[in-house]
């Protein structure tokens, strides 16, 4: 048994005989968050249980027939979606869900989002550091802008604290929670962490996208997937062959440094970075509708892997799809509201060298 304690909001909670793949992928997200010893759920709290794809006969007395069918799903309208192919389980339950996976084909860090949605808060993808004032500041943003490279400087460099490089939680009163998980590598970050790199011994660059089109573009790719899933291994197979994006994943400490990290803090601040077709860096207002919508579309863009999921449970009703959207945006309204706001321009080649003179510049740093 395996529990993990969202800042005493959510718990997700790993079962006996969860096979290793799901295990190693649930601790890649939220592994900071691990608690040691007691495993037991804490009663009325939202609780995310983790079990075999065997143990769903427990909670589906239909062996998997349900009463509705949405493309190659089975499920029970308002109570659980199965898909026998890809042997995922998903029910919702009084306080939470119930997902029964013997792989590693689900993304956790949504179902905790649907939970905290309800409770007046939302994941964004940013980072966020505690400015001088004490009050935090998000850098919000596509992936490869030029976040973490900030945070990092603003860390080591200016010795202020953070609360995540990728993902932070936010809530209706204006408030950001930490959100510490395995740090990811790439190649643009090489100019930032070079010291990590040279003590990774890690190579420039990965050729990612060679490797997905040989795989993608491979003799017979789609019998091969069938056949393996039919086997079972299909995932155990995909988890060594399959490219990664990153040259490696460490944990935070290893990159900021023990005890830079804050907790929780007011958000004072917003800023969304975009890369635009001009030579300068540039400074512009931005409307808070316009705003809302990107932070909302940014953070759901990260999870496009998973999004016909998400669609799924709606369809079948196992969650309320449509008041999840409206929660999310009154949140990030919210969030807002109380904040400066400001949209920075970057050229499409600027390096994050100079994304963080111009910050300095404009003294956001």
């Keep these: 048994m395996r529990r993990y304690d969202i800042h005493g909001i959510v718990d997700v ?27 037991d759920s804490i009663e009325g709290r939202p609780t995310i249980h983790i079990r075999p794809y065997a143990d769903s006969a427990v909670h589906d007395p239909s062996e998997g027939l349900g009463d509705a069918v949405f493309y190659h799903n089975r499920g029970s309208v308002g109570a659980f979606v199965r898909d026998p192919g890809e042997k995922l389980f998903v029910s919702r339950t009084e306080t939470g869900f119930v997902i029964c996976a013997d792989y590693s084909n689900f993304l956790i860090n949504l179902y905790i989002q649907l939970l905290l949605s309800d409770m007046g808060m939302t994941m964004t993808h940013a ?31 200016l010795g202020l604290r953070h609360l995540g490089d990728d993902i ?39 050729a990612y996208g060679l490797k997905r089109f040989i795989i993608e573009n491979a003799p017979f790719v789609g019998f091969m997937k069938k056949f393996l899933k039919q086997r079972g291994i299909y995932y155990r197979v995909a988890n060594v062959l399959r490219p990664q994006q990153f040259l490696a994943s460490v944990s935070p400490d290893e990159v900021f440094g023990d ?14 970075l975009d890369r635009c077709f001009q030579p300068e860096f540039s400074s512009s207002s931005i409307q808070p509708d316009v705003l809302v919508n990107r932070l909302f579309s940014v953070i759901h863009y ?28 009154s ?7 109380d904040s400066e706001i400001t949209q920075i321009n970057i050229p499409e080649d600027a390096s994050p060298g100079r994304l963080i003179e111009y910050l300095e510049k404009e003294g956001v740093l």
């Design 127 to 157: 980072a966020a550091f505690e400015a001088k004032d004490g009050r935090v500041t998000l850098l919000a943003g596509a992936g490869g802008i030029g976040k973490t490279a900030v945070l990092g400087y603003a860390v080591a460099e």
């Design 13 to 39: 909670i790993i079962g006996s005989n969860v096979v290793p793949e799901v295990i190693k992928e649930i601790d890649f997200q939220i592994g900071a968050f691990l608690v040691e010893g007691k495993a």
């Design 302 to 329: 990260e999870w496009k892997d998973f999004m016909t999921h998400l669609l799924t449970l709606g369809s079948l009703n196992v969650i309320d799809l449509p008041k999840y959207l409206k929660n999310n945006l």
């Design 331 to 337: 949140i990030f309204s919210s969030v807002i509201a």
């Design 259 to 272: 005890g830079t990290m804050a907790e929780r803090g007011k958000i004072g601040r917003v800023i969304y």
């Design 168 to 206: 932070v939680i936010v809530d209706e009163s204006g408030n950001c929670h930490a959100f510490p998980r395995q740090f990811v590598l790439k190649s643009y970050h090489k100019e930032i962490y070079s010291e990590v790199f040279e003590k990774k011994r890690l190579p420039k660059w990965n």
